[in-house]
């Protein structure tokens, strides 16, 4: 009888070691939204020069991410510059976003409400098939999580909480509220714009309200949207139609909306007949008469900025450590140029035989990024200010100055293809 109590004792240590080893990882990554679970792809898929296979990866969510709906389009979309789609294909799911439904867009028309301005953009000018694609955020994280299924290297904790968080000189922890503790070189926060990370950690931000407020839903139009991403300026906040693919009929855009906050409230307040009336309206039946709209969303506006993206064993990325306005749609983007920035310095410190969450590797990650982000929030401000301005003298040279760009071909080009991030 010794034996066999002796094996019962054994057999719950051997399960707690068992436990303890498997829950240690080189990176644990919090959010599996789009720049999170591409993060997770992207270094499951990068084995470190002299390294037998690729780092070890915990990926934690919240909450289960909604299937993608072939049936309707997702009211959240984003706009992805060449820049990203190459980026999701080195981590292998381009293929399984276009099989799901990706809307790529050939041209541009950008036009001054309060005048006569206006830039085109066009792929052919480029020689390029494209200017870029318009994808459902659901269906890239459908795609990036069923790539992670298959992927060794990635361990998926969902949904799960985190209830507290330890940090030493050597490691950083999280406990889960399954009662799992998850150990780590390095943590990378990709929690999103409200990250519990940012907040738990005391990360320092510089940030405003834009008085602003994004409506987006996805409407149907009287003419093809002629895969033309279509935006017009107005002193209240930029309109945005983006192109949808859907049976051949091209009939659908997704909008983006900004609008000042008791104007967008004003608008949510309508009726879909008189939203309608109101879009078509604003849009200057640039594709018709908008005879339907789905359900229709409203988001607050508001630009954030870490101060640092880093502390000890601790990264932001994404919107967890920046946002912008969505004029221009660069949100997305900017987060995934962060996740290739951090993926190419832990890849090479791993290869030096480095620690991976050491502050000064980390602080080579932050040198790279946030100039990058810091202008193009620059820009955005800049837009949006330059548009609002109700001056004579500054709606003038406006739109002279669109004119004149849109006529002097190498300038207008060079900057669509920063833009794509050729």
């Given amino acids: 009888m010794v034996l066999p109590a002796l094996a019962w004792v054994w057999q719950p240590a051997r399960q707690a070691i068992n436990n303890m080893v498997n829950n240690q990882y080189d990176v644990i990554i919090v959010g599996a939204g789009m720049v999170g679970a591409a993060c997770a792809c992207l270094l499951a898929k990068t084995t470190p020069v002299g390294a037998k296979q690729p780092l070890k990866i915990a990926l934690v969510e919240a909450r289960k991410a909604a299937p993608f709906n072939y049936q309707h389009f997702d009211p959240r979309v984003a706009a992805l510059t060449e820049k990203s789609r190459q980026l999701l294909d080195n981590a292998g799911v381009w293929n399984q976003v276009v099989a799901k439904r990706v809307s790529p867009y050939q041209s541009m028309n950008v036009w001054d409400a309060e005048g006569t301005g206006r830039i085109q953009f066009h792929c052919h000018d480029l020689h390029q098939p494209n200017l870029g ?160 709209v789905e359900r229709r969303f409203c988001i607050p506006l508001r630009q954030r900025h870490a101060l640092d993206y880093v502390l000890p064993r601790l990264a932001l990325v994404g919107d967890a450590a920046h946002t912008i306005h969505p004029l221009a749609g660069q949100g997305v983007n900017l987060g995934f140029a962060d996740i290739q920035v951090l993926v190419e310095e832990i890849i090479r410190a791993s290869e030096r035989g480095l620690d991976i969450g050491d502050l000064s590797i980390l602080r080579r990650y932050q040198r790279r990024r946030k100039p990058d982000n810091l202008a193009t929030m620059a820009a955005m401000e800049g837009f949006k200010r330059l548009f609002a301005a109700d001056q004579l003298s500054v709606r003038l040279l406006r739109n002279m100055g669109m004119s004149a760009l849109n006529d002097v071909t190498a300038i207008k080009n060079q900057l669509i293809k920063l833009a794509m991030g050729l």
């Fill in 133 to 292: 694609h318009i994808v459902e955020n659901s269906a890239l994280v459908d795609a990036l999580l069923c790539e992670i299924e298959s992927l060794d290297a990635v361990d998926f904790y969902c949904p799960a909480i985190i209830s507290s968080y330890q940090s030493c000189d050597d490691s950083i922890s999280i406990d889960l509220d399954s009662g799992v503790q998850l150990n780590a070189s390095l943590l990378v926060a990709a929690d999103g714009a409200n990250s519990a990370i940012h907040e738990h950690f005391n990360f320092a931000v510089r940030e405003w309200d834009y008085g602003h407020q994004a409506i987006i839903s996805t409407v149907t139009t009287e003419q093809p949207n002629k895969k033309t991403a279509w935006q017009r300026f107005m002193p209240t906040g930029p309109l945005a139609l983006l192109p949808l693919d859907s049976t051949g009929d091209a009939l659908h855009c997704s909008i983006v909306w900004s609008q000042e906050t008791q104007e967008a409230e004003r608008l949510m307040a309508l009726d879909d007949d008189q939203f309608c009336a109101e879009l078509s309206r604003a849009s200057e039946l640039c594709l018709g008469q908008i005879s339907s």
